[in-house]
């Protein structure tokens, strides 16, 4: 399978990028608005990839490029890039494609981060919204801590919860994360249900911040 | 410690008094709006306990009277009925009494349950408000499975989050929270991110319906 991490120069996009390369056959795409910084990005991986003895190319372009070949496009931007990367990209994707959504709309506050959704009830519903009839969007991969997630060293130990409208592709998410060693999929429903599950990051970060043991934080469900 | 469990006859104060009495030596009281039932529930309370070869005294009184003399006051009442009870009780609390709130507000949506928090932002921002001044609110134990915890069988093993503005209000209920058996208690901050930890309640819910293994489930973070 081809994946296209679209901002896969960001810290979930690493994480993804190195947990995949190392963990299964699956063919690594490195998204980025400037091309340049993808394809230095795509290298730097493969460093990091080599120093842990995984021989893996991988290849980096400008978003556009990046998604119009993948089998599946993770949307690894901030929340507030999504309109215009899933803008960007729309006419690249095909019904064959399918759409990952890893981002959360987040919000500071005085004590503590807060969920903080856009007005379509949460970035999976947006990039649904913005994706083309027929292709199936699925929201997955948000309660991973980016650094945990990047450092191969670490196990990762989590669940991270499937949510979209399409049965068949939550279970074909499910399965690609599922790839990747340590990680468990749990099936949360439909898009509606996504605003609970992307909620869990801003919890997850305060977690962290009020208990010193939790440093990089996972959440398992049992 | 005495604690008092406003509306000790529902699932939560059921699981919450059978815990405390086989794990601590806590003065358990069952409060609810009708007398007759509190005592009623106090007395199969002891019988369970019993069946468990546990040989404990419970007592059960209207909700004011469970308010009167607690240390501890736990509103386990479901969240549209927190301001009515709180309302009740408000003259009985003083500066020593803690006030713990573990309900959620809850609504149903056409594939799952969706968070669902008063005006105030939360339901423990509820009970804060309509607590007197100098008495603590702190919200706990909200994600855990009602079933589960009231099974003395049945093994906890799952965390539990506290949130409230007082820190050392915080630490009380850990303490409360660490001794039954299986629950570790976190710290989530101050009230303001009681909306994200309260949030967790309707996920774990959806999680039970869209996964088979996962009857009654809890969650821990690692």
Same mark, same amino acid.
């Given at each position: 399978m081809r994946i296209a991490l679209l901002g896969g120069t960001g810290d979930i996009g690493a994480g993804l990028a190195l947990r995949w390369a190392t963990d299964s056959d699956h063919d690594i795409v490195i998204g980025s608005r400037d091309p340049e910084k993808a394809r230095e990005t795509a290298a730097a991986y493969e460093d990091t990839l080599a120093d842990q003895g995984v021989d893996r190319k991988l290849t980096g372009f400008a978003n556009e490029m990046a998604a119009d070949r993948a089998d599946v496009v993770v949307v690894a931007v901030p929340a507030y890039h999504v309109t215009d990367v899933m803008g960007a990209v729309a006419d690249r994707l095909d019904a064959d494609t399918l759409v990952i959504s890893p981002a959360v709309g987040i919000a500071s506050g005085e004590h503590g981060l807060h969920y903080n959704p856009p007005s379509a009830g949460s970035v999976t519903a947006l990039v649904a919204d913005a994706a083309p009839d027929g292709v199936d969007v699925v929201g997955a991969?948000?309660? !991973?801590a980016a650094d945990r997630l990047a450092d191969l060293d670490t196990e990762l130990d989590a669940d991270t919860l499937v949510v979209g409208n399409d049965e068949g592709a939550r279970t074909r998410v499910a399965e690609l994360a599922d790839d990747i060693t340590g990680l468990r999929a749990l099936d949360a429903g439909p898009v509606e249900n996504a605003a609970e599950v992307e909620s869990l990051t801003p919890l997850l970060i305060n977690l962290a911040r009020y208990n010193d043991? !939790?440093?990089d934080v996972g959440v398992t469900f049992e």
């Open positions: 991969f948000h309660n !991973l043991d !939790l440093r």
